[in-house]
């Protein structure tokens, strides 16, 4: 029988997409109907979910922490 080798390694690593140049991602489970329901708003809102999440982010530091 053969010994399984390992996939060979890609020449040079995946570029990183501009829009995601010096941010972080930040993960939350939030239940199924209300993901939907910010989908819809962000619709609506004809903005990104990830535009609508850190305004809202955004505004809970500047509550909390003034800045």
């Known amino acids: 029988m053969e010994e399984p080798t390992a996939a060979p ?6 570029p990183g ?11 939350a489970w939030v239940p199924e109907a ?5 989908k819809i708003v962000a619709a609506k809102l004809r ?9 809202m982010i955004d505004d809970l530091v500047t509550k909390n922490l003034g800045t």
């Not at 209300?34 to 910010?38: I, T, V």
């Not at 903005?47 to 305004?55: A, F």
């Open 34 to 38: 209300r993901r939907a329901e910010l």
């Open 9 to 14: 390694a890609l020449e040079s690593p995946r």
């Open 17 to 27: 997409q501009q829009s995601r140049a010096g941010k972080v991602q930040v993960v």
């Open 47 to 55: 903005r990104t979910v990830d535009d609508l999440l850190t305004s």
